[in-house]
C-alpha cells in the first residue's frame, strides 16, 4: 500500500541503503507497518495521528541505538530498557505529553499482529517480573543479498519525518482558527463552514472532542434550571459544561461534566456495545449522555447497540439495565443542530475561540514557537 507520506518512507530507505531500497521496504514488516501507521501524515490536522504505537517502538529503538547495539551487537544478553525511562521518553516527544503505558504494555503488540497475522513474530518483548523492554531484533535485521542489514536508525529517522509533518499540520490549523478569529464577525459562513468541517465522521478524534465540547458548553448555558431545597428559596442557575482532563487520555475517566445536573458525558467513535457497556459500569451504572462520532440517526444506534449486545449476552433484561442508563445520544446531526442554535445567539466567535483554546492545551502549542 503506498500513500502520500510513502515517498518520504522510501527517501530514508533511499539515503541509508541506495538501490537497496526497494526490497527493504517490501521485506520488512516493521516499515510496512510504519507505512500503515503513516497515512495521516499529510491529510491535515483533521485526520487521526498514530502517535502511542509508534512511540513506544521510537523509544525502545532509541534506547537499542543509543548502547550501540546497532553497531556493535549483544542485544540478546541486554538487561532490557527500564519501563520508566521508555514511558518518561515517551512523554518528552511531540504530543506525548499525556501518553499512557498501554502502546508499551500490549496495544502495539496487539495491532501488529492485526496487520500481519500470519508473523509469529512480536515487535515488544518485555518481562513483567523486571519491568525490562526490548524491540524484537528481527524486525531490525535484514538479510539483503546474503548481507545484514540494520535498520533502527532509518525507523528513528521515518518516525521523525512523520512527527514533523504532523506538526507542521497542526500549526496551520491553528494558524487557521487565528485567521478566521480576525474574519469575525463579517465572514460568518466561512467560519461555519470549518467549524461544521471539524465534525466530519472522517475527522480526528481529538478535534471531535474539542469541537464538540465548544458547541455543547455554549448550547446549554443558554438554558436556566430553577432548583432549591424549599419552595421558598429557588435558584435560577444556567447550566455548565465542564471538560475534566485531555482528550483520547484512555484514562477511564468521564468526558464532560455538567452542573448543577450532573450529567455525565462520553464521546466516542465507536459503536461496539461492549466499549458502552465498560463506561455505563465505570460509573455503576449511572445514567451517561454518548457524544458519537457519527451521522447515524440515534434510534439506528440504540438498535444496534441493543441487536450486539442481545447476541452476545442473549439475557434481555440484563441488556435493558444496561441500556436504560444511556440517557441521551448525540450525533453529529444533532450537533450540528447544537451548534446553528449558537450561531443565532451571535456566539460563533465565543465557539471558535474555545476550538482555539482547548486545541493548544491538547497538542501542547506554543504561541511562541
Request: with cysteine; charged share 30%.
Amino acid at each position: 500500500m503506498e500513500h502520500s507520506f510513502t515517498p518520504v518512507i522510501k527517501s530514508v530507505l533511499q539515503k541509508h541503503y541506495g538501490e537497496q531500497t526497494d526490497e527493504i521496504f517490501e521485506k520488512s514488516l516493521l516499515i510496512q507497518y510504519i507505512n500503515q501507521k503513516t497515512k495521516s501524515a499529510n491529510r491535515g490536522s483533521k485526520s487521526r495521528a498514530s502517535f502511542a504505537n509508534l512511540y513506544a517502538i521510537y523509544v525502545i529503538i532509541e534506547d537499542y541505538i543509543n548502547n550501540h547495539f546497532d553497531t556493535a551487537g549483544g542485544y540478546g544478553k541486554y538487561e532490557g530498557a527500564q519501563y520508566t525511562n521508555l514511558l518518561r521518553r515517551q512523554r518528552e516527544l511531540p504530543f506525548g505529553s499525556r501518553l499512557q503505558n498501554h502502546a508499551l504494555n500490549n496495544r502495539m503488540n496487539a495491532e501488529f499482529q492485526k496487520f500481519f497475522p500470519t508473523s509469529d513474530i512480536n515487535p515488544i518483548i518485555r518481562n513483567l517480573e523486571t519491568n525490562r523492554y526490548w524491540i524484537n531484533e528481527n524486525l531490525l535485521k535484514l538479510k539483503i543479498k546474503s548481507k545484514s542489514t540494520n535498520i533502527a536508525k532509518a525507523v528513528i529517522e521515518i518516525i521523525d519525518k512523520y512527527v514533523e509533518a504532523k506538526q507542521n499540520s497542526f500549526k496551520r490549523f491553528i494558524e487557521q482558527c487565528e485567521i478566521l478569529q480576525d474574519l469575525l464577525p463579517t465572514e460568518t459562513t466561512q467560519i461555519h463552514d470549518f467549524v461544521e468541517g471539524l465534525l466530519a465522521p472522517n475527522s480526528d478524534a481529538r478535534l471531535f472532542e474539542i469541537v464538540s465540547y465548544a458547541i455543547l458548553k455554549l448550547y446549554y448555558k443558554e438554558q436556566n434550571i430553577i432548583w432549591g431545597y424549599d419552595m421558598d428559596n429557588l435558584n435560577v442557575e444556567a447550566l455548565k459544561l465542564y471538560k475534566t482532563g485531555r482528550t483520547n487520555a484512555n484514562d477511564g475517566g468521564i468526558d464532560f461534566v455538567m452542573k448543577p445536573l450532573g450529567r455525565f458525558f462520553q464521546v466516542t467513535e465507536t459503536l461496539d456495545f461492549k466499549k458502552y457497556f465498560l463506561d455505563i459500569e465505570k460509573i455503576e451504572r449511572y445514567p451517561i449522555t454518548f457524544v458519537v462520532k457519527t451521522t447515524d440517526a440515534e434510534e439506528t444506534i440504540l438498535e444496534q447497540l441493543k441487536e450486539n449486545a442481545v447476541r452476545t449476552y442473549v439475557i434481555e433484561s440484563i441488556v435493558d439495565k444496561y441500556m436504560s442508563c444511556i440517557e441521551e445520544i448525540i450525533n453529529i446531526p444533532k450537533l450540528i443542530d447544537c451548534f446553528t442554535r449558537v450561531e443565532e445567539n451571535k456566539e460563533l466567535s465565543d465557539v471558535l475561540n474555545e476550538i482555539l483554546l482547548q486545541s493548544k492545551v491538547e497538542f501542547n502549542y506554543d504561541d511562541e514557537e
